[in-house]
């Protein structure tokens, strides 16, 4: 709407609207409806919440450091592992690529701002109420959820009044992301410049654009769900209540429908990510651009026909358990093309190893690990013994956390020098990237041992056989924590001020938003920018 | 030039949130309509060890003398409930195409009169469509005075079509209270 109002108001307003700048105080966050602004708010909230996630996971870890119950009581202990995955996921992991997506898409496309920007201010001022109402239920008589974040039945019915709270919450983050995804396809199909064609889109837009799909056919399932769980427990349904006719294995296919895409939805933008790093730092570009688009829309595809992956051992026939295996299997064909891709890229380049691309190449080399043990775990007759271990936990952390929160870091420390026109600390980015992948290693590389052998995910005791490796683990979370207060503290100072960036801040970046000055003027490309 | 953009964006952008809004009502319509059709197809595939909860045809069947299946006998109870219930018997040898009976031990622990539900499953779950029952208790609703406790019949037999790789069927009940009186 703005955006409209913009143009005709070009001829009158000319002077007056190209140079006002943010409004002050308080309501200039409040009620902005900037792209930049907005996309700032994303990520100081997601930091907020990586922080407050992370806060659980080292209360999880300081209890599993020995043997036999020490800190907390096993129902806080489920309430810190269920609380922990829903913080991280929906109020860390996904709400730094809305917020990258909403600081670069406008400028990497050439618009003057996203296409809603009602919209867009709803969409983020709904995230802090949903967080609010969700962390609110650890003070509520009963305590938070503690059935695990997958929120299956009846066990998650057995919560106390923090129930409904719960799946309000659930219902207020889809609504955040279903809209945040209408705005970002809605900017990508048409807000780009003259010249810019759909496959001459940097690969980060290519990604969200997909990722965006892949929200709205799969937040309003996950919708869909909690409600069936709030009317069985309250308005006597029985979608999954055996007594009345219901099954409770169909929620864990409800839920995984919408799961396992969402898991893509937390990496395809990785992969943008570290698309637009690699060929930055190495000065070369990017090997393969088309391959890396086909592949990004397979593996969306592909996702919407492995859910079963994660239910191997509720008893399917065999027919199914081989779909489900060899799906699962050919997902490794195009993230393997990918993989390549960066490699080949990085391949006689000119490479330099500054703090984002670090995080990069951690990115690649340690994702690729979390990629091996999903293979291992898509092989039905050996995830029977996996399944519910330390195994699957250290898959999914390698994926989620040197995976995606790393491309999220290198994205931190890569277009930051763009965002505020200061360079970062390089001494302490490096620091803060060698004690965060050390940390990470020691942390969950134990954690495939303790699963092989056989230790149970989601309790807060274990056999005294598990302790040495425990021990280690817990080692290295305090590392990795704590490590992160020099992201925090480097992106404070950056922020205050700090060596000034050239307007390309790297040699080797290559793209419209390196074009603008740094820090770009709060409004960019209200006329549209040529493209070659 | 800026006249005619102006309504273009607008209704460019109108039509794409339309489409991107319906595409979501279609979505969260789909979660729902997960519903049916989960049932439709465990009912079709018998995928999911649900018997089809109607009462078998007698027809007579062959008798296959030759073949021993284990059937074997499960009754659960959700936590708290007041029941006793048990099998009489845990397991039994069958010969495919042949009715035998066995009976299930139910008994009202509260003190009031109560109103409960056999759910069954069968194991593995390609077997159920081959497990037929032609008296059950689980096919109607079983209604218990404070105290009372009794024996209730289950008539079935094992179709002689049963995969052959199937040696062992378990019938498992679980028994539900359905009334909400007196809770």
């Known amino acids: 709407m703005s955006t409209a109002s913009h143009t005709t108001d070009h001829d009158h307003d000319h002077d007056h609207d190209h140079d006002h700048g943010p409004a002050r105080g308080l309501s200039r966050w409040l009620l902005t409806t900037n792209h930049k602004d907005i996309g700032t708010l994303y990520l100081l909230f997601s930091l907020t919440m990586f922080f407050i996630g992370g806060a659980m996971a080292l209360v999880i870890r300081a209890e599993l450091f020995q043997p036999g119950l020490q800190i907390v009581d096993p129902h806080f202990f489920n309430q810190m592992t269920t609380l922990h995955a829903l913080v991280m996921i929906f109020g860390a992991v996904m709400p730094a690529f809305v917020g990258l997506a909403n600081w670069l898409i406008p400028m990497m496309v050439g618009a003057p701002d996203m296409a809603l920007p009602r919209m867009n201010n709803w969409s983020f001022w709904i995230m802090p109420f949903a967080f609010t109402l969700l962390l609110s239920t650890l003070f509520m008589p009963g305590g938070g959820p503690a059935g695990g974040w997958t929120l299956y039945p009846p066990l998650v019915l057995q919560t106390g009044n923090a129930f409904p709270f719960v799946i309000l919450a659930v219902h207020m983050m889809g609504a955040s992301s279903i809209m945040g995804a209408i705005n970002i396809i809605a900017t990508i199909l048409n807000l780009r410049a003259p010249g810019m064609t759909l496959m001459k889109m940097p690969l980060f837009v290519w990604t969200w654009l997909i990722t965006a799909f892949l929200l709205i056919a799969v937040m309003p399932v996950l919708a869909g769900t909690v409600t069936m769980l709030l009317t069985d427990k309250f308005f006597g349904t029985s979608f999954f209540n055996a007594a009345g006719g ?34 930055t730092f190495a000065r070369k570009p990017l090997f393969g651009y088309a391959s890396m688009v086909y592949a990004t829309a397979s593996i969306a595809f592909l996702s919407f026909i492995v859910w079963a992956h994660h239910m191997f051992t509720v008893g399917m026939p065999l027919a199914g358990e081989l779909f489900f295996m060899y799906a699962t299997m050919l997902i490794a064909v195009p993230t393997g093309v990918k993989v390549f891709n960066w490699v080949s890229t990085m391949w006689r380049g000119a490479m330099t190893f500054e703090t984002p691309m670090l995080f990069a190449i951690a990115f690649v080399v340690l994702f690729t690990i979390g990629g091996f043990s999903g293979l291992m775990l898509a092989i039905a007759p050996a995830d029977f013994q996996y399944q519910d271990t330390y195994f699957v936990v250290a898959h999914f952390h390698y994926v989620l956390v040197p995976g995606a929160v790393f491309s999220i870091m290198a994205a931190a420390y890569y277009w930051l020098p763009k965002w505020t026109g200061h360079m970062y600390n390089e001494k302490l980015g490096k620091l803060h990237f060698w004690l965060s992948v050390v940390g990470v290693n020691v942390l969950f590389f134990p954690q495939h041992f303790l699963g092989l052998a056989g230790m149970p995910r989601r309790i807060p005791d274990y056999a005294l056989q598990f302790t040495e490796f425990n021990m280690v683990s817990t080692v290295g979370a305090f590392l990795f924590g704590f490590s992160q207060l020099f992201l925090l503290y480097n992106v404070i100072q950056t922020i205050r001020g700090g060596a000034k960036a050239t307007d390309q801040v790297w040699e080797g970046a290559q793209g419209l938003e390196w074009t603008l000055s740094s820090p770009p003027p709060y409004h960019t490309f209200t006329t549209a920018p040529e493209i070659e | 030039m800026v006249e005619t953009q102006k309504p273009t964006l607008a209704t460019a952008n109108r039509r794409l949130v339309r489409r991107l809004l319906l595409l979501t009502a279609v979505m969260f319509a789909f979660g729902f309509a997960m519903v049916p059709l989960y049932d439709v197809l465990c009912e079709v595939t018998g995928l999911n060890g649900k018997p089809s909860g109607r009462v078998a045809a007698v027809e007579p069947m062959k008798i296959d003398e030759s073949r021993t299946v284990t059937v074997e006998f499960v009754a659960s109870l959700n936590l708290g409930a007041p029941w006793e219930f048990a099998p009489q018997v ?8 042949q009715f035998y009976q066995t009976h299930f031990w139910a008994k009202n622990l509260a003190n009031q009169p109560m109103t409960g539900q056999a759910i069954p499953s069968i194991t593995p779950g390609l077997a159920a469509s081959h497990f037929q029952k032609i008296e059950c208790f689980c096919f109607s609703r079983q209604r218990f005075q404070a105290g009372e406790g009794r024996q209730m019949p289950v008539t079935f037999r094992i179709d002689p079509d049963l995969p052959p790789d199937v040696r062992t069927v378990t019938l498992s009940y679980t028994f539900f209270r359905i009334d909400d009186a007196g809770s």
Do not use: C, K
């Open chain 1, 246 to 279: 219901g099954d409770p294995v169909m929620f864990q296919h409800i839920f995984w429908f919408f799961g396992h895409p969402e898991v893509y939805i937390m990496i395809l933008p990785a992969f943008g990510i570290i698309s637009q790093i690699i060929p």
């Open chain 2, 90 to 97: 845990t397991r039994m040898q069958v010969h495919p195409g």
